[in-house]
């Protein structure tokens, strides 16, 4: 397969996977809001369900005494029997103290009204006078007529509750609070004898003891409620029956999560057939399945006695500890979508690296190449030369001293082009095993300039290049190997020779400079060639790269002199840094940091030795 199909291949295998990403990223959404919906719903059914569980246990706190006593209650029985089932009744109730009291107002034909207390205590029947918290309840028992349409008396019993034969009509009074059997209270016939039984409510009981616990059982851990739960009255008289939250109060029954009415909807106040006056006037669920969960009424219990018609029945109001039910459902799809998109990242990044690797192995498989190449060409041309060299001096051909010394010199020149590119080959293997060792010692600056200048008389020369040398006077010593660094800007002034064009100058300068507030010595070999593209400075010091210019123009190189120049640099703990302007030239600086100050010579003497072809 060619180099361009693999391109191709692997830029439609990209852009597959971008496709992918984005289409699994769009059905993460998706499938996020699906969750988010059946969580919500699912919380709110669990909600909903532990709301009817706990309105269901309250309604069977209240109904106890009231069906107790409902098996007593006729014209012909005694007072003295309501007591009776009523004590009964205590014995065997959860909470007999939510009961605090126990009233019968008989009207018997002929005689004045009386109000009767049940003491348990004492197992008597007293006469007692109305409360004064009961006394509008006295007043509307007082003259029927004034009793709110909505109130028909009757009541829903549940399948498992024991029923008497006799009906049951107890009324709620929420302000009391109390049960009320009005049954007989508005009998048409003045001859019968009419008992309306009022069993008064404890409502501290019903604060501190009744409603914490269905609280705590339907609504909370061991730990403790997993939710603010109220029971609010009337906002007219900013009742507030129990609180789980001291700050839960009236403003909070707009802003719950979720929000019950305890005794059910209202009645339509509209009169009833005497057929439908039976125990069970309505399914219980109906006035459950028209609401939803967040704000809805329980089946039908008692009905309530109201003063006004603006008052508003007792109601369950229920909110999480932390926030709302829509933050929670929020917080956890937002969890869910951060942990889901940074999966899809992870894989993005992860296909990115891998196209990256890939087109960095492409690259170092090309520059390979090229430097397989460029190695190649490097050895042929001094090897043919050799072996041509060689040919003549067997076959002959060479006569004179002249002559062999011509040739002499011929073979010892290209046998020199070999050795160094040998050489760039094996250092730039050893940097690739593993660091190269080098004797680091304090080093002048002229001893470094004097060992470049020998390595390189024999190039310039052949090259017929002049090297001006500017070397500040009393330059600090460094600390450095000297025939590592004087490699390092061996191949810098080779670099210089290659790439000069028409020009035969080369700049060799030493000076004292600071860098960071820190002395340094910079060492810099100067040309006026081709220069450098600015797109291109930053990658000339990468192994086996050679500009596209400079391969066009036919100029030999392996790639490896500025990389190897670089990586003595900084073993030395300095740096190699260019500045170049296409056309004009280029300028390579050795950054070395000096190791002890050394008095500068007054007047700052420079040396200047020029050097050129003889």
């Not at 018609?309 to 999480?320: F, M, Q, V």
């Not at 929670?328 to 937002?334: E, W």
């Not at 392996?558 to 003595?568: D, E, F, Q, V, Y």
Request: glycine share 6%; hydrophobic share 45%.
């Amino acid at each position: 397969m060619k180099l361009g199909s693999r391109d191709r291949v692997l830029s439609v295998a990209v852009i597959l996977s971008a496709i992918v990403l984005i289409i699994l990223g769009g059905l993460q959404v998706r499938w996020s809001h699906q969750v988010s919906d059946a969580a919500r719903a699912r919380i709110g059914t669990t909600l909903k369900a532990s709301m009817l569980d706990w309105h269901l246990d309250l309604l069977r706190e209240f109904s106890g005494p009231a069906i107790a006593i409902s098996t007593a209650i006729d014209e012909n029985e005694p007072v003295a029997h309501y007591l009776e089932e009523y004590q009964e009744w205590t014995w065997g109730a959860a909470h007999p103290d939510l009961v605090a009291d126990v009233f019968v107002w008989q009207r018997a034909p002929g005689a004045n009204p009386q109000l009767l207390r049940l003491n348990v205590t004492t197992g008597q029947v007293e006469r007692a006078t109305w409360p004064a918290k009961m006394e509008r309840l006295h007043q509307l028992l007082d003259n029927p007529a004034q009793l709110p349409a909505v109130s028909q008396p009757r009541v829903a019993i549940p399948r498992d509750m024991p029923r008497a034969n006799a009906p049951n009509e107890w009324l709620f009074d929420p302000h009391v609070p109390a049960l009320v059997h009005a049954g007989g209270c508005g009998s048409p016939n003045p001859k019968a004898l009419s008992n309306c039984v009022m069993i008064v409510l404890d409502a501290r009981v019903l604060e501190q003891t009744v409603l914490p616990e269905l609280a705590r059982r339907y609504f909370g851990t061991p730990e403790g409620l997993d939710y603010q739960v109220a029971v609010l009255g009337s906002a007219s008289d900013q009742a507030v029956v129990y609180s789980s939250d001291p700050d839960f109060d009236q403003k909070d029954f707009s802003e719950a999560d979720a929000r019950m009415d305890v005794f059910g909807p209202r009645r339509n106040g509209t009169a009833r057939k005497e057929s439908e006056t039976n125990l069970h006037p309505e399914p219980l669920m109906t006035a459950v399945q028209k609401g939803s969960w967040r704000d809805f009424a329980a089946p039908v219990w008692f009905d309530v006695i109201r003063y006004s018609p603006a008052e508003r029945d007792w109601y369950l109001i229920i909110k999480p500890h932390r926030g709302s039910l829509e933050d929670i459902v929020s917080i956890g799809r937002q969890r869910d979508l951060s942990i889901s998109f940074g999966v899809l990242l992870l894989l993005a990044v992860s296909m990115l690296m891998i196209i990256i690797t890939s087109h960095r192995a492409q690259n170092l498989a090309r520059l390979q190449m090229n430097f397989i190449s460029a190695v190649s060409h490097e050895l042929r041309t001094p090897l043919a030369v050799m072996c041509s060299a060689a040919d003549n001096l067997a076959d002959g051909v060479v006569h004179g001293k002249q002559q062999l010394s011509q040739y002499r010199s011929i073979i010892a020149s290209q046998a020199r082009q070999l050795t160094d590119l040998m050489e760039q080959v094996l250092a730039f293997a050893a940097t690739g095993q593993r660091r190269p060792h080098y004797d680091l010692r304090p080093l002048e600056v002229s001893d470094i300039v004097v060992a470049t200048v020998e390595k390189t008389t024999g190039v310039i020369q052949d090259a017929g290049f002049h090297l001006e040398q500017d070397i500040e006077a009393g330059l600090p010593r460094v600390m450095g190997d000297l025939f590592a660094i004087s490699q390092c800007l061996q191949n810098l002034v080779v670099n210089a020779i290659k790439y000069s064009g028409t020009s035969r100058w080369i700049g060799l300068r030493a000076k004292l400079a600071q860098d960071g507030g820190k002395d340094e010595v910079q060492i810099s070999v100067a040309d006026h060639g081709i220069g450098i593209k600015a797109s291109e400075l930053d990658r000339i010091f990468q192994p086996f790269f050679r500009s596209p210019s400079v391969v066009g123009a036919q100029i030999h190189g392996t790639g490896l002199g500025l990389s190897l120049a670089m990586n003595i640099a900084e073993a030395m703990n300095g740096r190699l840094t260019v500045s170049s302007t296409p056309g004009e030239g280029s300028v390579f600086t050795l950054h070395l940091p000096v190791i002890a100050a050394t008095a500068r010579q007054n007047g700052s003497a420079s040396l200047v030795s020029p050097l050129s072809r003889s």
